[in-house]
Each structure stands twice: as structure tokens, then as C-alpha cells.
């Protein structure tokens, strides 16, 4: 793990500063949110680097990421064993040496250790956050405080399992447009370097003077033809570059606003980051996390930083006395419908269940999207398709239609 500072204020105001230790700045930065505080300053402290350095770095690009499906199934044996009550630490061990995750694995262990040292079962979850999330780590701590460790388990194991559905609806949502992006990139490049280049030496055996649609096109073929293996390595460096700022806080939260701003594709991702926030919330409510808490935990289950960013805004206001509705509101993310839900959730007291109502809202919207996206996108697919035809035709067509003029006459 790294050492971070951070100055950050509390529930009170207050400011606070100190040092923490996390995987990353993310895991860092969520920390500070479960234990209440709002942090505004993180910085990495810097540490010799070891002789081993190299070797834990190669080590780690190796390594296999832990998956969402690790949590789901994790957290239907640890329901399981809790239920049939096996002493947790026993659970952890034999689930740590049957996983076929070796990461996964040696975390398991870390917090059996942990467990043995002493430590309540939410904080040693607690210093693996950015495995388990804030969200996870909350419901430990109230099934902990409540003697229901059991049921944090199986209600954590229901969340993820439905949140995996939305995660695969928006592959899907995203899956066909990229296909289509990737396909028509790959039939302009075996035009631009494979065709055109046919009908250029057809060209140049005339005198002919050609039109400057064609001599443009003509210029690009040439060009692609010559420099083909240069433009690969530009669009890898490109996506390598891309990658690397989007992993940045900035890049990310710029380009998750963007991919909301999407026409017709970044209305369903919207709605399925939406799902996946308000189930999050009901699942947290149900479980009796405190709703400021339950806020900062559930922003990072998001998966849209700009979508989390509100989210934290909402716990800001909430703090200041603000309904949740209001802020909802001010948030102008949510529907009217699913802010009257809300509206009608605290009012009766039954915020939780109508957060879940949201949630299968939301869901049902998504579906129904999804099925219909082919439907959106086929449209202007044939639009992109009749352009590069028309480009064919004025640029390349025509002057071989000319030339077929002139050798009739002749």
C-alpha cells in the first residue's frame, strides 16, 4: 500500500490533516468519505524506491485484475458460511486457499490475519476499499453493529448480482455502436490504401484534367499508401495517450461527461449509471446506513465520476438540512417522476423501497433501450454509408465515367 497526506473537514466543519495508507488515491479518498469527512487535498508521500521495485512492478502487470463476478461469488460463500455458522475467520481461510484468484486469495488472507490481530470485521474490509468499495465496506459495519453480518453479506451479494446485469446492458448498449465505428474505420482504410490506388494509375495513363474532389482524394490514398505503418503507430499512440488521460481524475471526469452527452447512446448510459446509484442507495437505506453515509459511499458505485460528483453534492446539501428531494433536484440528473418517487419515499417514510422502485424503473427504461437501439443507430448508419458513397461517386466514379465517355467517342 501507499502513504497519502490528506487535509480534509468533518462533519463538523472542522478541518482535518493527516496521513492514511490505500492503493490508490481513489481508495484514499474513500476512506475519508466512509469515516464521514469530506477530503480536499490527497497527496502521494514519496518513498525510496527499493531494489525490488522492478520486480513488484512487473509482478502487478501480471497479475489478474479481481472481476466483479470474484465479489458476487465471495459474497454468496460468505452468506452461506455465516449462515451455517462457521467462525468468519475459518470461512476466510478456506475461501482464501479454494479461490482460483491469486490476488483475490492473498487478500482473504490479509483480512483473516486482521481478524485474528483484533480488528472489527468492517475495518479490515475497510483497508482493501478499492476492492470492495465504500459501499460494501458500510453495510459490513451495520450488519456488524447489528449482529446480522449474515444478512450484509446476502444483501451485498443480491446488489452486486443486479448491478452486474446493469453493467452488461450498457456493454451491450456499447457494444454496437463501436462495432459499427471499428467497421466503418476499417472499409475506409481498405478503400484509402487498396482501391483508390487502382484507379489512380487508370488517372495517371490520361492527360486528363481531374475534378478537385478527386485530386484530394487521390492526395490522401497516396499519402495512407505510403505512410500506412506512421498512421497505425499514431492511432495506437493515440489510444495509448488516450487511456493514460482518462485514467487521470481530470481526463476521466471529462470524458465520463462527455460519453452522457452522447445522442441517444448517452441517454441510456445515463439511466443505467442512474440504476445502478439508486439501487445502491435503497440497498444501503434498507440495510440502516445513515443517508449522508450511504451517499458517499454509493458515489463511487456509480461508475460515471460526473454522476459521483453530484452525488457528493447531494451529501453536501443533505448536510445542510437540505431535503433529499431538493437536492435531487438541483442535481438535474433525475426525471420528475422519479423525483416525485422521492418526494413520496420521504414522506412516508419509505425512502428505501422507493429508491429500489427507481432503481427498476430506471432498469425497465434501459431494456427497453437496448432493444431498440439497432433501430436508433441503423439510421444514421445509412446516413455514413450514403456519404461515403456519394464521396466514391463524385470523386472516383466520375472521372472514370468520363473516361469511358471519351474512349466511346474515340
Do not use: C
Not at 103 to 127: K, P, Q
Not at 170 to 188: C, H, L, S
Not at 303 to 308: L, V
Not at 379 to 405: E, N, R
Amino acid at each position: 500500500m501507499k502513504t497519502y497526506r490528506y487535509r480534509a473537514r468533518d462533519a463538523a466543519g472542522g478541518l482535518r490533516e493527516g496521513t492514511l495508507q490505500a492503493d490508490s488515491e481513489h481508495a484514499a479518498a474513500a476512506q475519508l468519505l466512509d469515516s464521514g469527512a469530506s477530503p480536499l487535498e490527497i497527496t502521494e508521500t514519496q518513498t525510496a524506491a527499493g531494489g525490488s521495485g522492478g520486480l513488484k512492478l512487473g509482478a502487478r502487470l501480471f497479475e489478474r485484475k479481481i472481476r466483479l463476478d470474484d465479489l458476487i461469488l465471495f459474497s454468496r460463500q460468505m452468506y452461506s458460511i455465516t449462515k451455517a455458522g462457521v467462525p468468519i475467520i475459518q470461512g476466510l481461510s478456506r475461501l482464501a486457499d479454494s479461490t482460483p484468484n491469486p490476488r483475490f486469495a492473498a487478500i482473504l488472507r490479509e483480512i483473516s490475519r486482521d481478524l485474528e490481530g483484533g480488528r472489527d470485521i468492517s475495518g479490515a474490509f475497510a483497508r482493501h476499499v478499492d476492492v470492495f468499495g465504500t459501499l460494501y465496506v458500510s453495510i459490513l459495519r451495520v450488519g456488524e453493529m447489528t449482529g446480522q453480518i449474515e444478512t450484509a453479506f446476502h444483501s451485498m451479494y443480491d446488489y452486486l448480482q443486479r448491478d452486474k446485469v446493469v453493467i452488461d446492458r450498457v456493454k451491450a448498449a456499447m457494444r454496437y455502436p463501436t462495432f459499427v465505428i471499428v467497421a466503418i474505420g476499417i472499409a475506409i482504410g481498405v478503400l484509402t490504401v487498396l482501391v483508390i490506388p487502382a484507379f489512380a494509375n487508370v488517372f495517371a495513363s490520361t492527360n486528363m484534367e481531374l475534378p478537385l474532389a478527386t485530386r484530394i482524394i487521390l492526395g490522401i490514398s497516396d499519402f495512407a499508401s505510403r505512410y500506412w505503418m506512421l498512421i497505425l503507430a499514431l492511432i495506437a499512440a493515440g489510444v495509448a495517450l488516450f487511456r493514460r488521460w482518462t485514467a487521470t481524475e481530470s481526463g476521466r471526469l471529462i470524458w465520463d461527461r462527455a460519453k452522457l452527452r452522447i445522442p441517444k447512446v448517452g441517454d441510456v448510459l445515463l439511466r443505467a449509471t442512474l440504476a445502478r446509484f439508486t439501487r445502491a442507495m435503497g440497498v444501503a437505506l434498507t440495510a440502516g446506513v445513515p443517508i449522508t453515509q450511504a451517499l458517499a459511499g454509493v458515489a463511487r458505485a456509480s461508475g460515471n465520476m460526473y454522476i459521483a460528483e453530484k452525488i457528493i453534492a447531494m451529501r453536501t446539501g443533505v448536510e445542510r438540512g437540505d431535503s433529499l428531494l431538493r437536492t435531487a433536484a438541483a442535481a438535474q440528473v433525475f426525471t420528475p417522476v422519479v423525483l416525485q418517487m422521492v418526494a413520496v419515499g420521504e414522506e412516508t417514510g419509505q425512502l428505501d423501497g422507493m429508491m429500489l422502485e427507481v432503481a427498476d424503473f430506471y432498469d425497465r427504461e434501459v431494456e427497453y433501450d437496448i432493444a431498440n437501439l439497432s433501430a436508433i443507430i441503423e439510421p444514421v448508419l445509412t446516413v455514413v454509408v450514403g456519404i461515403m458513397v456519394l464521396v466514391l461517386a463524385l470523386g472516383v466514379f466520375l472521372p472514370m465515367w468520363d473516361l469511358t465517355q471519351l474512349a466511346s467517342r474515340r
